[in-house]
């Protein structure tokens, strides 16, 4: 069973930096087709921040090129992402998630909040 357990969030000034987890269990990171991060603010729509392909292509969001870094760590089956020059319109829940074979997994959330 796959399961995905974010870390990392929290409060932090407009820019700062923080970095978020993503522990996978069940199966390996890069047998993913696509494992990345997604962010939901409040009344807003979920959207894609950052995504990492099996082959380590990576796809970031507009809003967060050059600020945002999606990596991976084999070892410790975890994938991260590194936020600096955070602004408050990054304030969200950030979401990890996950797919293979058209099924879609995700994590439990957590906060990053940035204040001004």
């Known amino acids: 069973q796959v399961q995905l357990v974010e870390s990392g969030g929290g409060l932090v000034q407009a820019g700062g930096s923080l970095r978020l987890s993503c522990a996978a269990s069940?199966?390996?990171?890069?047998?993913?087709?696509?494992i990345g991060w997604y962010r939901q603010a409040p009344g807003k729509q979920r959207e894609m921040v950052a995504t990492?392909?099996?082959?380590?292509?990576?796809n970031y969001a507009d809003p967060v090129k050059g600020r945002f870094t999606i990596s991976r760590d084999n070892a410790k089956n975890t994938v991260y992402l590194q936020m600096s020059s955070l602004k408050p319109e990054d304030t969200a829940v950030y979401y990890c998630?996950?797919?293979?074979?058209?099924?879609?997994?995700w994590g439990q959330g957590t906060q990053v909040t940035v204040s001004s």
């Open positions: 998630n996950a797919e293979k074979y058209g099924s879609s997994y």
């Open positions: 069940g199966r390996s990171t890069r047998s993913f087709d696509n």
């Open positions: 990492l392909s099996s082959g380590d292509s990576t």
